[in-house]
Protein backbone atom coordinates (compact mmCIF):
# COMPACT_ATOMS: atom_id res chain seq x y z
CA UNK A 1 0.00 0.00 0.00
CA UNK A 2 1.17 3.28 -0.56
CA UNK A 3 0.87 6.56 1.28
CA UNK A 4 -0.02 9.61 0.50
CA UNK A 5 3.73 11.15 1.45
CA UNK A 6 5.39 8.44 -0.79
CA UNK A 7 2.91 9.45 -3.81
CA UNK A 8 4.32 13.14 -3.05
CA UNK A 9 8.01 12.39 -3.38
CA UNK A 10 7.77 10.43 -6.61
CA UNK A 11 5.83 13.29 -8.19
CA UNK A 12 8.53 15.95 -7.20
CA UNK A 13 10.71 16.13 -10.12
CA UNK A 14 14.89 14.50 -9.83
CA UNK A 15 16.17 17.32 -12.26
CA UNK A 16 18.19 19.67 -10.10
CA UNK A 17 17.77 22.39 -12.54
CA UNK A 18 14.28 21.56 -12.47
CA UNK A 19 13.83 21.18 -8.53
CA UNK A 20 16.03 24.57 -8.49
CA UNK A 21 13.37 26.34 -10.63
CA UNK A 22 10.47 25.20 -8.11
CA UNK A 23 11.44 26.84 -5.49
CA UNK A 24 11.20 29.85 -3.89
CA UNK A 25 15.05 30.39 -3.03
CA UNK A 26 16.80 33.34 -5.22
CA UNK A 27 19.14 31.70 -7.37
CA UNK A 28 22.05 33.53 -8.47
CA UNK A 29 22.00 32.07 -12.41
CA UNK A 30 25.65 33.87 -13.29
CA UNK A 31 27.09 31.83 -10.67
CA UNK A 32 25.76 28.79 -11.82
CA UNK A 33 25.89 29.11 -15.39
CA UNK A 34 28.73 26.82 -17.04
CA UNK A 35 29.61 22.76 -17.23
CA UNK A 36 29.40 22.30 -13.44
CA UNK A 37 26.30 24.68 -12.83
CA UNK A 38 22.61 23.19 -12.44
CA UNK A 39 20.82 25.71 -14.62
CA UNK A 40 21.47 27.14 -18.39
CA UNK A 41 22.57 30.93 -19.01
CA UNK A 42 19.92 33.04 -19.23
CA UNK A 43 21.70 36.07 -20.61
CA UNK A 44 20.16 38.95 -19.91
CA UNK A 45 17.96 41.12 -22.53
CA UNK A 46 19.90 44.35 -22.51
CA UNK A 47 23.71 42.52 -22.02
CA UNK A 48 26.16 43.25 -25.40
CA UNK A 49 27.39 40.06 -27.14
CA UNK A 50 31.06 41.14 -27.68
CA UNK A 51 32.27 37.49 -28.63
CA UNK A 52 31.63 33.95 -28.76
CA UNK A 53 33.99 31.42 -26.89
CA UNK A 54 34.27 27.94 -27.69
CA UNK A 55 35.60 25.41 -25.47
CA UNK A 56 36.78 25.51 -21.20
CA UNK A 57 39.25 27.56 -21.72
CA UNK A 58 38.80 29.18 -25.56
CA UNK A 59 41.83 27.04 -26.29
CA UNK A 60 42.68 26.86 -30.03
CA UNK A 61 45.19 26.03 -32.09
CA UNK A 62 45.76 22.19 -30.76
CA UNK A 63 43.12 20.13 -28.58
CA UNK A 64 40.82 20.81 -25.82
CA UNK A 65 41.59 18.04 -23.22
CA UNK A 66 39.52 19.86 -20.62
CA UNK A 67 37.02 17.69 -21.93
CA UNK A 68 34.50 20.75 -22.78
CA UNK A 69 35.37 20.92 -26.32
CA UNK A 70 32.42 21.25 -27.72
CA UNK A 71 30.82 24.41 -25.71
CA UNK A 72 29.85 27.44 -27.44
CA UNK A 73 29.40 30.42 -25.04
CA UNK A 74 28.48 33.79 -25.73
CA UNK A 75 30.93 36.63 -24.40
CA UNK A 76 28.96 39.50 -23.09
CA UNK A 77 29.35 42.77 -21.13
CA UNK A 78 26.18 44.07 -19.06
CA UNK A 79 23.51 46.15 -20.25
CA UNK A 80 22.51 49.27 -18.71
CA UNK A 81 19.96 48.71 -15.46
CA UNK A 82 16.26 49.97 -15.48
CA UNK A 83 15.62 51.64 -12.29
CA UNK A 84 15.07 51.33 -9.41
CA UNK A 85 18.12 50.16 -8.66
CA UNK A 86 17.23 49.51 -4.96
CA UNK A 87 19.41 50.02 -1.59
CA UNK A 88 21.17 53.67 -1.62
CA UNK A 89 21.55 53.47 -5.10
CA UNK A 90 19.10 55.08 -6.52
CA UNK A 91 19.64 58.54 -3.73
CA UNK A 92 23.64 57.99 -5.35
CA UNK A 93 22.60 58.33 -8.81
CA UNK A 94 20.16 61.22 -8.12
CA UNK A 95 22.28 62.78 -6.52
CA UNK A 96 25.03 62.47 -9.18
CA UNK A 97 22.30 63.50 -12.32
CA UNK A 98 21.76 66.65 -10.15
CA UNK A 99 25.55 67.35 -9.40
CA UNK A 100 26.54 67.12 -12.87
CA UNK A 101 23.72 68.84 -14.29
CA UNK A 102 24.76 71.79 -12.02
CA UNK A 103 28.07 71.81 -13.61
CA UNK A 104 26.69 72.84 -16.88
CA UNK A 105 27.36 69.04 -18.18
CA UNK A 106 24.95 66.77 -19.98
CA UNK A 107 24.62 63.78 -17.96
CA UNK A 108 23.40 61.71 -21.01
CA UNK A 109 26.75 62.68 -22.53
CA UNK A 110 28.88 61.90 -19.38
CA UNK A 111 27.39 58.78 -18.35
CA UNK A 112 26.84 55.95 -20.94
CA UNK A 113 24.63 53.61 -18.83
CA UNK A 114 24.69 52.58 -15.00
CA UNK A 115 24.75 48.73 -13.95
CA UNK A 116 23.87 46.74 -11.19
CA UNK A 117 25.40 43.66 -11.46
CA UNK A 118 26.22 41.45 -7.98
CA UNK A 119 25.41 43.95 -5.69
CA UNK A 120 27.72 46.50 -7.29
CA UNK A 121 26.71 49.79 -8.64
CA UNK A 122 28.90 50.67 -12.01
CA UNK A 123 28.25 54.44 -13.59
CA UNK A 124 29.95 53.60 -16.74
CA UNK A 125 31.91 57.18 -18.27
CA UNK A 126 32.68 58.66 -21.39
CA UNK A 127 36.80 59.44 -20.55
CA UNK A 128 36.59 62.97 -21.07
CA UNK A 129 34.21 63.85 -18.55
CA UNK A 130 35.76 61.02 -15.65
CA UNK A 131 37.84 64.07 -13.79
CA UNK A 132 34.08 66.11 -13.26
CA UNK A 133 32.21 63.32 -12.61
CA UNK A 134 34.95 62.17 -9.83
CA UNK A 135 35.48 65.45 -8.42
CA UNK A 136 31.72 65.71 -8.06
CA UNK A 137 31.51 62.45 -6.36
CA UNK A 138 34.10 63.74 -3.90
CA UNK A 139 33.13 66.99 -3.31
CA UNK A 140 29.35 67.23 -3.11
CA UNK A 141 27.63 66.36 0.15
CA UNK A 142 25.07 63.92 -0.79
CA UNK A 143 27.83 61.93 -2.45
CA UNK A 144 31.29 62.37 -0.73
CA UNK A 145 33.24 59.82 -2.22
CA UNK A 146 36.40 60.50 -0.91
CA UNK A 147 38.54 57.68 -1.07
CA UNK A 148 39.38 55.77 -4.03
CA UNK A 149 40.76 52.49 -3.95
CA UNK A 150 42.84 52.24 -6.88
CA UNK A 151 42.11 51.84 -10.71
CA UNK A 152 41.86 48.31 -11.89
CA UNK A 153 42.60 47.55 -15.77
CA UNK A 154 40.70 45.27 -18.50
CA UNK A 155 41.39 44.18 -21.92
CA UNK A 156 38.85 42.96 -24.19
CA UNK A 157 39.99 42.19 -27.36
CA UNK A 158 36.70 41.44 -28.90
CA UNK A 159 34.88 45.16 -27.88
CA UNK A 160 35.99 47.02 -31.07
CA UNK A 161 36.67 50.36 -30.33
CA UNK A 162 37.02 49.72 -26.94
CA UNK A 163 39.26 47.10 -26.08
CA UNK A 164 40.50 48.98 -23.05
CA UNK A 165 38.48 49.30 -19.78
CA UNK A 166 39.81 51.01 -16.29
CA UNK A 167 37.63 50.74 -13.55
CA UNK A 168 37.60 52.88 -10.41
CA UNK A 169 35.92 51.51 -6.85
CA UNK A 170 35.38 54.49 -4.71
CA UNK A 171 34.66 54.56 -1.10
CA UNK A 172 31.98 57.42 1.00
CA UNK A 173 33.58 57.09 4.22
CA UNK A 174 31.09 59.94 5.58
CA UNK A 175 28.00 57.74 3.93
CA UNK A 176 29.30 53.84 4.05
CA UNK A 177 28.57 53.58 0.65
CA UNK A 178 30.44 51.82 -2.00
CA UNK A 179 30.38 52.24 -6.05
CA UNK A 180 32.53 51.93 -9.22
CA UNK A 181 33.14 54.34 -12.05
CA UNK A 182 34.22 52.46 -15.20
CA UNK A 183 36.19 54.32 -18.54
CA UNK A 184 37.01 52.67 -22.17
CA UNK A 185 39.21 53.62 -24.20
CA UNK A 186 40.35 51.61 -27.78
CA UNK A 187 43.82 50.47 -28.75
CA UNK A 188 44.27 53.04 -31.36
CA UNK A 189 44.05 55.30 -28.70
CA UNK A 190 44.18 54.63 -24.80
CA UNK A 191 44.22 57.50 -23.66
CA UNK A 192 42.37 58.16 -20.25
CA UNK A 193 42.54 61.50 -18.30
CA UNK A 194 44.40 60.86 -14.60
CA UNK A 195 42.65 61.47 -11.27
CA UNK A 196 45.61 62.02 -9.67
CA UNK A 197 44.28 65.97 -9.24
CA UNK A 198 41.17 64.32 -7.94
CA UNK A 199 42.19 61.51 -5.79
CA UNK A 200 46.34 61.73 -5.35
CA UNK A 201 46.58 58.31 -3.82
CA UNK A 202 45.71 57.01 -7.45
CA UNK A 203 49.32 57.86 -8.63
CA UNK A 204 51.41 54.66 -7.96
CA UNK A 205 47.93 52.39 -9.50
CA UNK A 206 47.78 54.42 -12.21
CA UNK A 207 51.14 53.45 -13.16
CA UNK A 208 50.74 50.47 -12.52
CA UNK A 209 48.07 49.82 -14.90
CA UNK A 210 49.83 51.82 -17.74
CA UNK A 211 52.57 49.12 -17.23
CA UNK A 212 50.37 46.44 -17.25
CA UNK A 213 47.64 47.71 -19.72
CA UNK A 214 49.41 50.13 -21.37
CA UNK A 215 46.73 52.51 -20.64
CA UNK A 216 47.73 56.26 -20.74
CA UNK A 217 46.89 58.53 -17.91
CA UNK A 218 46.89 61.71 -19.71
CA UNK A 219 47.74 64.76 -17.08
CA UNK A 220 49.85 62.04 -14.45
CA UNK A 221 53.11 63.82 -12.96
CA UNK A 222 55.23 60.97 -13.37
CA UNK A 223 53.79 58.33 -15.44
CA UNK A 224 56.75 55.55 -15.60
CA UNK A 225 56.64 51.77 -15.34
CA UNK A 226 56.64 51.04 -11.81
CA UNK A 227 56.56 46.88 -12.22
CA UNK A 228 58.44 45.99 -15.35
CA UNK A 229 62.31 47.39 -16.45
CA UNK A 230 61.64 50.74 -18.48
CA UNK A 231 63.08 49.00 -21.31
CA UNK A 232 60.22 46.16 -21.40
CA UNK A 233 58.61 45.77 -24.51
CA UNK A 234 54.64 45.49 -23.99
CA UNK A 235 52.03 45.41 -21.34
CA UNK A 236 52.33 41.54 -19.58
CA UNK A 237 48.35 41.96 -18.56
CA UNK A 238 46.77 42.34 -21.92
CA UNK A 239 45.50 38.94 -23.86
CA UNK A 240 47.23 39.94 -26.68
CA UNK A 241 50.80 39.21 -24.65
CA UNK A 242 52.69 36.41 -25.60
CA UNK A 243 52.65 34.15 -22.74
CA UNK A 244 56.63 33.35 -23.78
CA UNK A 245 58.49 31.14 -21.57
CA UNK A 246 61.43 28.49 -22.63
CA UNK A 247 61.56 24.63 -23.81
CA UNK A 248 61.93 22.20 -20.96
CA UNK A 249 63.62 18.88 -21.75
CA UNK A 250 62.92 15.55 -20.13
CA UNK A 251 64.19 12.22 -20.95
CA UNK A 252 63.75 11.70 -24.59
CA UNK A 253 61.15 14.81 -24.61
CA UNK A 254 61.08 18.24 -24.89
CA UNK A 255 58.27 20.60 -24.58
CA UNK A 256 57.59 23.69 -26.04
CA UNK A 257 57.37 26.73 -24.23
CA UNK A 258 53.54 27.64 -23.80
CA UNK A 259 53.17 30.55 -26.33
CA UNK A 260 54.21 27.82 -28.44
CA UNK A 261 51.71 25.15 -27.17
CA UNK A 262 48.23 26.53 -27.80
CA UNK A 263 46.52 30.09 -26.81
CA UNK A 264 43.68 31.13 -25.32
CA UNK A 265 41.33 33.70 -25.29
Known sequence: MTSSSDNERSSRPTDPATRAQDTALPVDRA??????????????????????????????????????????????????????????????????HAAVTESGVDVEAAIEKVVVHRGELTFHVRREHLPEVARRLRDEPDLRFELCL???????????????????????????????????APDADPHIPSLYGVYPTNDWH??????????????????????????????????????GGIPVEYHGAEIPPPDERRAYS
Open 31 to 96: ATTGPEGTLPARPDGGAEVIGVRTGMFGVRGSGDTSGYGRLVRPVTLSGSTPRPYGGYFDDVADAL
Open 150 to 184: GVDGAHYPQDTGRELHAVYPLMSITHNRRIRLEVS
Open 206 to 243: ERETYDFFGIVFDGHPSLTRIEMPDDWSGHPQRKDYPL
